[in-house]
Every structure is written in structure tokens, then in C-alpha cells.
T-cell receptor
Framework: GENVEQHPSTLSVQEGDSAVIKCTYSDSASNYFPWYKQELGKRPQLIIDIRSNVGEKKDQRIAVTLNKTAKHFSLHITETQPEDSAVYFCAASIRDNFNKFYFGSGTKLNVKP | EAGVVQSPRYKIIEKKQPVAFWCNPISGHNTLYWYRQNLGQGPELLIRYENEEAVDDSQLPKDRFSAERLKGVDSTLKIQPAELGDSAVYLC?????????????FGPGTRLLVL
């Protein structure tokens, strides 16, 4: 099956700086990649997603890039704010089975004011 | 649109006791997932339903875990008997299930502590 690896496990940045979280996947059949944000004690919530026919997608301060050849995708957060502090999870879904998701192990982002 | 509802939110039990979790997915969502999330880790799939059929339960410890989704809507996950290692957050998620453009939506989870 698919294997998703996520790095780093923790990331600390100063408010206003950028943060980058990277994920790799193993199955070239994967073609849908969502990112979730989970605040302490709360449910994971989708913040952005990308499909394999697109190389980059932006939504205000958040962007995701996908390199299908290298099988990796990244989350970029610019102008970080303290409320961005949370755990971020990447996931991958396989083309023939869109209903099954494989999750990374998460990155704890701490934005220092 | 109401989100995924789970109950209870918290549960503390002693080992060897049974426990059950309930999930009500978003209306119209055919696919329902149960995940287990250990502290500091990503969600791990336990079982996935397409309507009332369990289509992926390869990760479900069947000696003590069971699940059902009798009418293709609500679902119950049961552990009997619970072990110390079962302490985790149990997340339910649902998805419309009609192609690649649909993501899944998570419930708030049930935080289980086994003493």
C-alpha cells in the first residue's frame, strides 16, 4: 500500500516568517493530496488540497506544491501568525480508490509571537 | 450543513471493560471511516464503510474490536474488552464518495483513556 512520510515532526518559527512542511509518497497511482490542520483537542480540518494534474495551488497565505516525478508535495505558509500554531497532517489518496486516505505522521508548528 | 457528530467526547474506563463509540456522518455521505489517533501521530484507518458495507477492515483488531453501520447512516465502534494500549482518540470521518473531488470531514473525536 501507500506510505506517506512527513518532515519535520516539529517546526518552530518566528511570527511573520514562512513555514514549509514536506511529505513524500510511495505509490505513483496517488493523485489527490489534502492537508489538514488540527488544533489541540480539536478535529482535523482540511485547509488546502491538490490534485496531480496541478503543480501548485494557493489560498491566501497557504500554498501547496506537488512534484509528481519526485513523489513529494509541500505545504507553504507565509507571514505566519500565532493562530497558525497547530499540528499539520498531509495525506494521499490513490487514483483507483479515492475513498482511502493515507496520512503522514504530522508536524507540530509553533509560531512564536 | 451539520458536521460529523460523535459521542461521547470523552470516556474513561478500566481495562477489560467494554466501550462503544457512536458516529453520525454528514447527511448524504456514503463513505464512513473510523480512525484511531495516538498522541503525536496521524490518524490510522480502522475500518471504512461504503453505505452499510465494510469494504476495508484490514487494520481492525477483530479479536476485540467490532463495528456496524446497519442502515448505512450512523455507525458504532465497540471495543470488548479494552486494553491499556487502546487509549487514543477515535475519529470518525465521512465523505460523499463520488469521485476525486470530494474530501473527507472529521468529527471531533472520542478521547478514550483506559486505566
Amino acid at each position: 500500500g501507500e506510505n506517506v512520510e512527513q518532515h519535520p515532526s516539529t517546526l518552530s518559527v518566528q511570527e511573520g516568517d514562512s513555514a514549509v512542511i514536506k511529505c513524500t509518497y510511495s505509490d505513483s497511482a496517488s493523485n489527490y493530496f489534502p492537508w489538514y490542520k488540527q488544533e489541540l483537542g480539536k478535529r482535523p480540518q482540511l485547509i488546502i488540497d491538490i490534485r496531480s494534474n496541478v503543480g501548485e495551488k494557493k489560498d491566501q497565505r497557504i500554498a501547496v506544491t506537488l512534484n509528481k516525478t519526485a513523489k513529494h508535495f509541500s505545504l507553504h505558509i507565509t507571514e505566519t501568525q500565532p493562530e497558525d500554531s497547530a499540528v499539520y497532517f498531509c495525506a494521499a489518496s490513490i487514483r483507483d480508490n479515492f475513498n482511502k486516505f493515507y496520512f503522514g505522521s504530522g508536524t507540530k508548528l509553533n509560531v512564536k509571537p | 450543513e451539520a458536521g460529523v457528530v460523535q459521542s461521547p467526547r470523552y470516556k474513561i474506563i478500566e481495562k477489560k471493560q467494554p466501550v462503544a463509540f457512536w458516529c453520525n456522518p454528514i447527511s448524504g455521505h456514503n463513505t464512513l471511516y473510523w480512525y484511531r489517533q495516538n498522541l503525536g501521530q496521524g490518524p490510522e484507518l480502522l475500518i471504512r464503510y461504503e453505505n452499510e458495507e465494510a469494504v476495508d477492515d484490514s487494520q481492525l483488531p477483530k479479536d476485540r474490536f467490532s463495528a456496524e453501520r446497519l442502515k448505512g447512516v450512523d455507525s458504532t465502534l465497540k471495543i470488548q474488552p479494552a486494553e491499556l494500549g487502546d487509549s487514543a482518540v477515535y475519529l470518525c470521518a465521512s465523505r460523499r464518495g463520488q469521485g476525486a473531488r470530494e474530501t473527507q470531514y472529521f468529527g471531533p473525536g472520542t478521547r478514550l483513556l483506559v486505566l
